[in-house]
């Protein structure tokens, strides 16, 4: 993927640095101090309660392929219990128990949430690097916790508010519609790239912060992830590897032009996390106050529909504003126009909202006759016009 910046941050991230964040903060495989017997116990007893869970709730075929995943779980579990100490020095069974706690939890979100997804993550749970689940790393924990260890803090001026809602973030991901070319606008900690990886497709993130891009490399190490530290308003989306879709989640104070720019090279599929005003740009009909250029192409071009709602808890910082997940999937009858055409065409148009139609057509020569064959009375507003009608008005001028 080219743009206007390098493929891949030009500082090499340094990977040791980062790497005991996860198994600090997120024991998910990690046990206590190999001589402490209470935390070797429960260890044991979840490698048993692994298996017996994943038989248990698996039937037919996969009998045998839930007894290995719960295993393979306990198995891990075991093995690294030996090699990874406590977080806090202590010579009783309560801190390897609280912490195997977590193991139980975590398996039973595996088998009876997670069953379908892929543990691309476990991998590297066995080099004792990165040892948590794609979903933990949306949580609260593990961005402060990361951020700690980078020294940094949420940069406002980047509208930097990271998603802390794992589970609502998961589901939204869930119900997308992704071509194996995926460009994520605005990474920052990698809680959506993670779980958008786990889908099996090809990740090019666009990260503005510098930190956040070298930070992002260095953690969350996968094949099909590339990371560019660059501008995602000026980033040229129609250099993409076609068909690809666009997912992220937007700063907020330019989610119009982003969103703008990303339509403009029209992706199969387009995901994004919005403040709620902006997201009812998309959907504004005719004589609407929101209604414009951006409701225009949306409407012409795609089928939309809001995933989730985000309240200001799920994130950290808190933003004073409600946050929504859309969904635009691209309609199998788009029409051929060139997107970025018509978009001027109705800037133009709508530019002065209370001028007749007419007084807004006098740069084209046969506007009077285009008018007439469409039966548009030459007094109309542009604002009263349909989507369709733009489309047909701009194939005739």
């Known amino acids: 993927m080219q743009g206007n910046f390098p493929s891949k941050s030009k500082t090499a991230p340094d990977r040791k640095r980062f790497r005991h964040i996860s198994r600090a903060q997120f024991p998910a495989v990690a046990g206590a101090d190999g001589e402490t017997a209470g935390s070797v116990g429960m260890t044991g007893a979840t490698v048993v309660s692994g298996v017996a869970i994943g038989c248990t709730v698996t039937l037919g075929v996969t009998f045998a392929v839930g007894a290995a995943e719960g295993a393979f779980v306990g198995a891990i579990s075991f093995l690294l219990t030996e090699h990874v100490q406590p977080t806090i020095a202590s010579s009783s069974a309560s801190s390897g128990i609280k912490k195997n706690r977590f193991i139980y939890a975590h398996l039973l979100s595996v088998l009876f949430r997670q069953y379908a997804r892929k543990p691309t993550l476990y991998a590297l749970a066995a080099k004792r690097e990165t040892c948590y689940t794609a979903h933990m790393r949306a949580s609260i924990e593990f961005v402060k916790t990361a951020l700690k260890e980078l020294s940094a803090s949420p940069n406002r001026a980047l509208g930097q508010n990271f998603c802390v809602d794992g589970e609502r973030l998961s589901d939204c991901v869930d ?22 990886l786990e889908k099996g497709v090809s990740v090019t993130a666009v990260e503005k912060d510098e930190t956040m891009a070298s930070y992002l490399s260095a953690s969350l190490v996968h094949p099909g992830l590339s990371v560019i530290h660059g501008d995602a308003l000026k980033f040229d989306y129609r250099t993409a590897k076609k068909p690809f879709s666009v997912v992220g989640n937007l700063p907020y104070y330019i989610t119009t032009p982003l969103c703008t720019a990303v339509l403009k090279a029209l992706p199969e599929s387009f995901y994004c996390m919005v403040q709620k005003e902006a997201a009812e740009r998309f959907f504004a009909a005719p004589k609407d106050k929101n209604y414009g250029p951006l409701s225009i192409l949306v409407s012409l071009y795609y089928d939309a529909e809001t995933l989730a709602a985000f309240p200001e808890a799920c994130f950290y ?11 635009m999937t691209k309609k199998p009858d788009a029409p051929d126009a060139d997107p970025s055409k018509l978009f001027a065409f109705c800037t133009g148009l709508l530019s002065m909202r209370r001028k007749t139609i007419k007084n807004n057509l006098k740069a084209y020569p046969n506007a009077d006759e285009a008018l007439k064959s469409l039966s548009i009375p030459p007094e109309t507003r542009a604002e009263t016009l349909s989507p369709e009608t733009f489309l047909a008005l701009f194939r005739l001028l």
């Open 317 to 327: 910082p808190s933003p004073d504003v409600q946050s929504v997940f859309v969904g």
């Open 175 to 196: 119900r997308m519609k992704l071509e194996k070319t995926v460009i994520e606008i605005g990474p920052g900690l990698g809680g959506l790239t993670a779980l958008l």
